[in-house]
């Protein structure tokens, strides 16, 4: 650390040229707006529960949908009360730019009418989720559905930064596998991070007996979302986080971007939008194909992919999508199965074939396992460290989970880092310049920086979930606690850039209801990787994720608000 | 009446060669099991309600889904506890013919697999309704959804019947239509249900105020349902009754065959059943081509297809699959609004031009207003004459809604009176082969012996909902009641021959809960029909509906047990 970065549109820190205003640390590479600092309540999260969010927030895979503070009366609604703000919000804050879809234009009647047919589609096209009023809703299918909450339009992106981001896609999945071949390097990385973090540390221990018996995994297959937020200061497309275990949603955002176009098919006219502007969106096709070529590289037509799920889920028909295209397309079955029953069920062969009641199952897929809370008692641990032993293609296998950790994703945005796993320079730089400022908390400059400007700041725990992010005020003051404290608790932490994203006004359709907020949007970039041995099978982007969050609260990361599905329309 | 029928197979009753077994009032074709008798709660019902039946019932277009008296635990079961009542009940009752599909045979865990499997198919694609036990389901699309109740699997049927229901739906459109134009017949035939039932009574006011200001219907559209039991004493496919308004489930419908053809896909080879035999299912295409095409001969492509709605629909769905076709299969919108909402917004142009707030309507398709329920208020009726005094092609018209009356179906079963309307031999003998025994209760030969063998008949009100039927012993006291008044109240009624069904062993899925009992299935055939003064431009069979629903109570009609969607497997 304290070594400055080469290129000056890095978003680097100098620890020589350091003065602290916002334009140095971070600088812009266009300044229409020099000054306007856009709130955020929803950069830095690691992810966005897509609901009352005051609930604590899971990692990926899941989401609320509890009550949320609006009276939900008779019929939906379009509560326009928040207009005023809007415009005050403008004004107190700006927004550097306009966005090309201006929904103040649209009138409330047509509103009504897209939001119904919205809500239509969405029921008949299973753009759902389980209702958690509900009861059995996260465990039975088909019971207690509601619409998943969706943005009613898709949310404005400039065509340069959505091409980066597919154009890094596959240069992090061939990062996050070489990341993974270096044990050493991760057991060194982390190794602070183990004494303060109970979870990463068992996670570490897994890792650890593996290169003890020299484990070695011939197929290795990642799902990955690479997510961004686009810094209204910078202007430049930076990475919030590489998920490597668990990334949600490739099932229902393919179906918001349908959802969007079939309303900009016949309302589009009205409001001067064009449906081809929304790019393709095939994360689903895509995740089930490399599901289906890690099946057809194992080898066995008689073994099934297992998912490994939480006991609740309600976000069960995005899982239920891709299992279904693995179902229909490429004749694949699933069984789907928490850690508890897999350690009650599971077992391995001398020849490591693992069995699951009896059948052998060829790829794990984790939709649970990422947080500590999917491991309430050692059965989880112990079905954990079962399927990692065996010869079953996991996705992700525990190097690949370790890799996308914040700690390493810190480590990883120190100079010459990324020389160290790979080799191609352009491939390096165009990473690079997704990269945000990102340090450790033994850099007593950065502490001193960011105890006097605490508001460009977020303090990272490594423990998964947004709503554990430190803010504003907050950083400063558990800065100086640490300082004084001397512990070895900063290593559970680290500092990132806080990222200014562009505020816009938007429709937030929830529980059929519709809210006109000012909203960010986070975009998330899918990834497939597969090889076997040498062999790279696939190495692709597929597809995106857009997420959008009302940014009316000024504090507290993901407290308020509710983040709604979203997708992109490009200019 | 009293003129025995020419036929021996049809479902006559000769006045003078009577004597009361059940052969002989009903003679069989065949006689595998002379004697046995299937209890039957299903057949006479003019609705099959998707739900607990205790409750009101309503016509065709919406059912129930209010809490079944299962207590729901945390995961669906499936409960094999009726399995002993199945074996008693072969044993007491007899089944006539094997079915084809053994589900004794099926083990459990491949049960609960397919459940499973059928529950995600369901939300994923649309097969959904409005869940009572939530608020604002049968208001707002995409909120408290649950999964249509659906049979496991398809109810065996033979195909010699199957065809046949196919073929006779162009005759009975036609039928329809030729009824329709007969304005003497309807007004004289509803002569006495006219005063003892004041719903009935309404229809026919608007009826006669048509006649009288010469109101002609040049484009005629007709999306009916003829529903038929498949009796096994007598081995005849009978009519139970022909929709002619808000003929329900054109969407649902399509949607159970393409689930269980899904299911016999991947599960089909384990249970020994081919996904190619059950028939295409295109009710929902046909309706929405037929509506399209309507409105394509109403010649405006600015007007609209209205949707004539109950102000809360749990079987919304159902109705938006339609819309969807019609808007994405042939860009024509369409608008929902409740008879209320159309007395409020509704207006006559002088020249028959309807408005619905400003707006120009072609197309009128009545998914209420077949109930005395819907007419809460005179605002109502304004509404329903309204519509009717316009230009717009009504679905249907008052006459066609007439048409579709139990006193008209029971009057058109006279001898010679199908001649009247048809001049094809043929056609006529086909749909005779179709009608069950029915009677007006002027007949005192026929009310003697439904007094002595009650269990044969059925006393079937004008007034709509299976639940008011009339059955077993009910059927004597009622009998004798009315010859004991002598007043006109017999004139709200007509008798009908007691249909008595195959019951096999099912499954019937409903909350996310699989319960196997012993089951009875009613068909629905679509028909569709547009004519424009001389050129008729459709008429056609278009897809069809099972209904299954438990036969576990002796008596009470519909009043116990639920029913639920289904497919038909030919063999």
Chains 1, 2 share one sequence.
Request: net charge neutral; proline share 4%.
């Amino acid at each position: 650390m304290g070594i400055s970065y080469s290129s000056p549109l890095s978003p680097s820190l100098s620890t020589t040229t350091l003065n602290i205003t916002h334009s140095s640390l971070f600088p812009c590479t266009s300044k229409a707006n020099p000054g306007t600092i856009s709130d955020s309540t929803f950069s830095h999260t690691n992810n966005i529960s897509l609901n009352n969010l005051q609930k604590p927030t899971k990692k990926f895979g899941s989401f609320y949908y509890c009550s949320h503070n609006t009276t939900c009366l008779g019929s939906k609604i379009v509560p326009l009360k928040c207009f005023d703000k809007v415009r005050e919000m403008e004004t107190q804050e700006g927004i550097a730019q306009k966005p090309t879809i201006d929904i103040h234009g649209i009138d409330e009647e047509l509103v009504q009418k897209m939001v119904d047919d919205a809500l239509v589609w969405s029921s008949l096209h299973g753009l759902v989720v389980g209702d958690r009023s509900v009861q059995r809703s996260g465990k039975v299918p088909g019971v207690g559905m509601v619409h998943a909450p969706f943005s009613l339009l898709p949310v404005t992106f400039p065509e340069s930064y959505w091409k980066l981001a597919c154009e890094v896609a596959p240069i992090f999945n061939e990062l996050i596998d070489r990341v993974s071949l270096d044990g050493k390097f991760l057991q060194d990385a982390l190794s602070r991070t183990k004494k303060v973090d109970a979870f990463t540390s068992r996670l570490i221990d897994i890792h650890s007996k593996m290169l003890e018996i020299n484990k070695s995994e011939d197929i290795r297959l990642g799902l990955h979302r690479s997510d961004y937020m686009l810094d209204e200061q910078t202007k430049l497309l930076l990475q919030i986080e590489l998920n490597t275990i668990s990334s949600s949603f490739p099932g229902l955002s393919c179906l918001v971007s349908d959802l969007h176009r079939s309303l900009l098919k016949y309302y589009g006219e009205h409001i001067g939008l064009d449906s081809s502007r929304i790019p393709g969106n095939t994360s689903v096709d895509k995740f089930a194909e490399a599901l289906a070529k890690a099946w057809t590289e194992y080898n066995n037509p008689r073994a099934l992919v297992l998912v490994v799920v939480q006991p609740e889920e309600h976000n069960m028909y995005d899982q239920h999508w891709l299992c279904a295209a693995l179902k229909e397309r490429h004749n694949v079955r699933t069984i789907r199965k928490t850690l508890a029953e897999i350690d009650k069920d599971g077992e391995i062969l001398p020849d490591g074939t693992l069995l699951l009641g009896g059948k052998e199952i060829s790829v794990v897929y984790f939709r649970a396992g990422y947080a500590p809370t999917d491991y309430p008692s050692e059965a989880e641990w112990r079905a954990r460290v079962l399927m990692e032993q065996s010869s079953a293609v996991k996705c992700p296998s525990i190097s690949y989970h370790l890799a996308g950790t914040k700690k390493i994703q810190q480590e990883l945005a120190k100079p010459n880092m990324l020389e160290r796993f790979l080799e191609n320079k352009e491939d390096i730089a165009k990473l690079r310049k997704c990269f945000a400022g990102l340090w450790s908390l033994d850099d007593s400059d950065i502490i001193k920086k960011a105890i006097e400007r605490p508001d460009l700041f977020v303090m990272k725990p490594q423990r998964e979930g947004g709503g554990n992010n430190i803010y504003g005020d907050d950083v400063r003051t558990n800065l100086i606690r640490l300082q004084k404290e001397g512990s070895e608790e900063d290593a559970a932490y680290i500092l990132m850039q806080r990222i200014f994203p562009m505020v816009s006004p938007t429709f937030l359709v929830r529980e059929g209801i519709c809210h006109k907020d000012h909203a960010i949007s986070e975009l998330g970039v899918y990834g497939a990787y597969l090889r076997n041995k040498e062999k790279v099978i696939i190495n692709e982007q597929c597809g995106y994720l857009m997420r959008t969050k009302v940014s009316s609260s000024n504090e507290g990361g993901v407290a308020a608000g509710f983040a709604v599905l979203d997708s992109i329309y490009l200019n």
